[in-house]
Every structure is written in structure tokens, then in C-alpha cells.
């Protein structure tokens, strides 16, 4: 018997991960998004973690990092000898950092489509545009973005950072639903995000 009930769950959770598989593949073509991670969180809600290719990975890690632990060295705040390992350590959190900044996420229901939040992510450099452009097409569907809870994030680590103060390379903006009518959907974001360029 619990084993039967074992094998039911297992099942239900693989239906589950099938339909909010099938929901994120019908919404995210491949020549623009790449998705990381698709997941039923139970209770009908799925997740996906997904990057726009519209939003740049160009980040030059390791002449960034050179740049600041050269200016660090001659300022006499790092000693000569450990450059390279220097370089090497920041790039490689320089290049983390990079990737998790470009990260799209979309908490949403797989039977009515409704979000229940998303976090999307721009370059600092385009941000007021195309948040700007992007809040006003998202409000027709009953979203609100939170302009108060930006993230900003800079790929160079703090540790790392000697030079003077550089804008965040990306930011990151919730989006949630403020419709009481539920059209603030998945489809609507991902629809909202495709047509902001």
C-alpha cells in the first residue's frame, strides 16, 4: 500500500514537471531565450530560470580584473607577487557573478498561467529605457514592477573592486501580479519581454 501511494506521488510530480515543461517550451523560443532550469514546485506552481540573449554576457572578466588588481598593485594596496593568482580568482567569481546576473526567474501557475513573481534582469546601461518601456506595456496586463526592490549587481567582487566606483553592471526588478483579475500571466511577461528589445 505505500508503496503504491509512493509510486502515485512520484508520478503526479513527474505529470507535473511534464506540464510546466510544456508550458515554458510553447513561451521561451530558443533564438532568444536559453533555459536553465525548468520546476514544479508543488500545488501547480512551476518555476523556470531562463537568460535573455538580448541581454549581453560580453563582460571581459579577465581585463576587467586585470585592470583593477594592476591599479590595486600600484597604488601599493596588493603585493606584486600574487597577480596572476589575483586575476585569476576574481575573473572566475568575476564570470559567476556574470552568469547569475543575466538570470531571468518566473514563479507562475500551471493551470491559469498566473505569476505569482518574476524577477527580470537588464543591463545597467539599458535599464531606464527598457525598464521604462517594459512597465508600461506590463501595467495593461495588471503587472506592477517594484522600482524600490532593484537589485544591482557588479561582476567585479567587492574584494576585487580597488578602482574607483563603476555603475552595477545589471539589475535585477520584481514583477508581480496587481490585477485581481489574474491577466498579469506568464505568457503576458514573457510576451511583454520578447517585444522590448
Request: with cysteine; charged share 30%.
Amino acid at each position: 500500500m505505500v508503496y503504491g501511494l509512493k509510486q502515485f506521488y512520484k508520478e503526479l510530480v513527474m505529470d507535473m514537471q511534464r506540464e510546466c515543461e510544456d508550458v515554458v517550451k510553447g513561451l521561451l523560443p530558443e533564438d532568444r531565450f536559453k533555459v536553465l532550469n525548468v520546476s514544479a514546485a508543488g500545488n501547480g506552481v512551476c518555476v523556470v530560470d531562463f537568460v535573455d540573449k538580448n541581454v549581453l554576457a560580453s563582460k571581459d572578466c579577465d581585463e576587467k580584473c586585470h585592470d583593477e588588481i594592476e591599479f590595486a598593485v600600484s597604488e601599493g594596496l596588493l603585493d606584486e607577487s600574487n597577480v596572476e593568482e589575483d586575476v585569476k580568482e576574481c575573473s572566475m567569481a568575476c564570470e559567476e557573478t556574470t552568469e547569475l546576473g543575466r538570470v531571468n526567474t518566473i514563479v507562475f501557475d500551471v493551470n491559469t498561467k498566473k505569476i505569482y513573481k518574476a524577477t527580470l534582469t537588464f543591463e545597467n546601461e539599458t535599464y531606464d529605457l527598457k525598464g521604462t518601456k517594459l512597465f508600461e506595456k506590463l501595467k495593461r496586463f495588471g503587472c506592477t514592477m517594484n522600482i524600490g526592490n532593484e537589485e544591482y549587481i557588479h561582476v567585479i567582487p567587492e574584494e576585487y573592486s580597488y578602482g574607483f566606483e563603476e555603475a552595477p553592471d545589471y539589475v535585477k526588478v520584481d514583477v508581480i501580479d496587481t490585477s485581481r483579475t489574474g491577466r498579469c500571466t506568464v505568457d503576458a511577461v514573457v510576451k511583454t519581454l520578447r517585444s522590448v528589445v
